[in-house]
C-alpha cells in the first residue's frame, strides 16, 4: 500500500506518507503467570509506534489448545502430554462470556473459555447442528450464535449454552457467508445472488432483499461481511466493489466507503468489519495484511498490522481475515496491557496462516495524555495537507526591476 501524505499524528491517530505498511515493531515474547492465552511481550509493542501517543496496543495471540489449557505435572505423568489441538483456518471470530469463538473453516468452530482454561468444539455442531465449513459468527446481546456456513448452505443458529436451534434458508440456491442479528431479524450475506437476505428472527422466512434495487452505483456486487452500527446502520463488505456499502434496516444505499486502490483508505481484497460504540469502522484488507479504521464519516483515520519482512513479528497479521471487538472480556487479557495503557475495548483479528492465528489488541489511550478528538485531528491533517501542497506548488515569477530589463537594439544610444 502506498501513501500520499506526510507522517502525522498528533496523539491519537496516525496517517503515513512514503512507507509501506510494515512498521518496525520490537517484541519478545515469555510465558505469562495468568489465565490469559501464553505469551506476554517483554517490549509492549503499540500502534502507532513510539514515539506518538498509542491508540492500540497488541496484546497476545492464540492458536490452540496449549495455549489456553492447565495441565498439571502428575497428569503430565498419568496420561502423557496433551496433544496441540490447533485451529487449521480460521476465518470468523466473535466474543461471548469469557468465550471466544473461532470458526475453522477446515473443521468447526472452536470454543476457546479462558474462565475455565478449555478448548474445545462448539457442542450443538453434530446432528442437526453439524456445519461443514463455518466460515462467520455473528452473537447477539442473548448469546445466540448466527454461523454462515455456505456448503451447508444455511445459517445455523446455536443458544447462549451452544446448543442447536434452529437454520436459516435452504441449501441449493444462494451462498450464505456472514449472518448478523438486529433486533427480530437476520441479516445474511448472499455472495451467490449479490443481496443480504433478510430473515425473521423467530419463524426463519426470508422477508426480503437489499442490494439489489435503484441506480446500479447502489447495488452490491459481490457481498461478504455484515455489520451493524449502534444506530441500526448495515454495513457490508463487497469485494467485487472493493468498497464498505452503507445501507438503513430498510435497504436504502447510503453511502461507500474505501475504493480500489493501493493507497490510504483504500481496499485491494476487503473482509471481514466491525463497528465500535462511537461509530468508527474497523476494515481487515487480507492484500495490505492489516485492519483500517474509518471514522463515521468513511475518512481513514489510522491502520494497525505489518507484512513483508515483520510478518512473523508480535502484532503482524498475515492474510487477515475477520476484526471483531469486545468490551466485555476485558478482564481475561489485563495482564497484558501495559500499566500506563487504559483499556476501551478488546480487537480480535483472525490470520489464516502464521503462528498467531487468532490475534488480540487492546484500543485504548495512555494514562495522563491529552488525545485530540478524531475531528481535530482530521482537522489537523487537512492542514498539514495544504501546506505540503503549498509547498509543491512553484514559485511565482519575480518582475525584472526596470534597470535590468533588456532595452531594444534602436533604443539604445550610439558609441560615441
Known amino acids: 500500500m502506498k501513501y500520499g ?7 491519537i491517530f496516525t496517517v503515513l506518507r512514503g512507507w509501506r505498511i510494515g512498521i518496525y515493531l520490537i517484541a519478545v515474547c515469555a510465558t505469562a503467570a495468568c489465565s490469559a492465552p501464553v505469551k506476554k511481550q517483554v517490549e509492549p509493542v503499540f500502534f502507532p509506534p513510539p514515539p506518538e501517543l498509542p491508540r492500540i496496543q497488541y496484546l497476545t495471540s492464540f492458536s490452540g489448545m496449549k495455549d489456553i489449557e492447565d495441565q498439571s505435572s502428575f497428569n503430565k505423568f498419568v496420561v502423557g502430554e496433551k496433544q496441540d489441538l490447533k485451529v487449521d483456518k480460521p476465518y470468523g471470530v466473535a466474543a461471548y462470556d469469557g468465550k471466544v469463538y473461532v470458526c475453522d473453516t ?3 468452530v472452536a470454543v476457546f473459555d479462558f474462565k475455565r482454561k478449555t478448548f474445545q468444539q462448539l457442542k450443538g455442531a453434530a446432528g442437526a ?17 448466527y454461523v454462515a456456513d455456505p456448503v451447508r448452505g444455511q445459517v445455523v443458529a446455536f443458544d447462549r449454552n451452544d446448543e442447536y436451534v434452529t437454520a436459516y434458508g435452504k441449501a441449493g440456491n444462494w451462498r450464505p457467508v ?5 433486533e427480530d431479524r437476520v441479516y445474511v450475506a448472499d455472495s451467490a445472488n449479490a443481496v443480504v437476505k433478510v430473515f425473521d428472527r423467530k419463524s426463519g422466512q426470508m422477508l426480503k432483499t437489499i442490494g439489489d434495487k435503484g441506480d446500479r452505483t447502489e447495488r452490491l456486487d459481490r457481498p461478504t461481511n455484515v455489520a451493524f452500527d449502534h444506530e441500526g446502520y448495515l ?8 468498497q464498505v456499502v452503507k ?25 471481514g468489519i466491525a463497528l465500535d460504540r462511537e461509530g468508527r469502522l474497523f476494515a481487515v484488507d487480507a492484500s495490505f495484511n492489516n ?32 476484526v471483531a471487538l469486545d468490551y466485555d472480556n476485558i478482564e481475561y487479557f489485563q495482564p497484558f496491557v501495559q500499566p500506563n495503557f487504559q483499556v476501551q475495548y478488546l480487537i480480535f483479528v483472525t490470520s489464516q496462516f502464521g503462528e498467531r492465528r487468532v490475534n488480540v489488541f487492546a484500543y485504548g489511550q495512555e494514562k495522563g495524555k491529552k488525545y485530540l478528538t478524531d475531528e481535530e485531528l482530521l482537522n489537523l491533517v487537512d492542514e498539514r495537507r495544504k501546506k505540503e501542497l503549498e509547498k509543491l506548488q512553484p514559485p511565482p515569477e519575480q ?7 533588456p532595452q531594444p537594439e534602436a533604443a539604445k544610444a550610439p558609441p560615441r
Not at 465449513?133 to 445466540?144: L, R
Not at 456472514?178 to 438486529?182: E, G, H, K, W
Not at 436504502?252 to 481484497?269: M, S
Not at 525584472?400 to 530589463?405: D, I, L, P, S, T
Open 5 to 11: 501524505f506526510e507522517r502525522i499524528h498528533t496523539g
Open 106 to 108: 477446515n473443521a468447526t
Open 129 to 145: 447442528g453439524k456445519l461443514t465449513q463455518p466460515i462467520n459468527i455473528s452473537i447477539a446481546p442473548d448469546g445466540t450464535k
Open 178 to 182: 456472514d449472518a448478523v442479528a438486529y
Open 235 to 242: 454495513y457490508v463488505t463487497d469485494v467485487g466493489r472493493f
Open 247 to 271: 445501507f438503513d434496516r430498510d435497504g436504502h444505499f447510503k453511502a461507500t466507503i474505501g475504493k480500489p486502490g493501493d493507497n490510504l483508505g483504500h481496499f485491494a481484497r476487503p473482509k
Open 291 to 322: 485492519v483500517q479504521v474509518f471514522n463515521k464519516d468513511g475518512r481513514l483515520l489510522m491502520f494497525f498490522g505489518a507484512e513483508g519482512v515483520e510478518s512473523n513479528k508480535p502484532g503482524s497479521l498475515i492474510l487477515p481475515a475477520k
Open 399 to 405: 518582475p525584472q526591476a526596470e534597470a535590468e530589463k
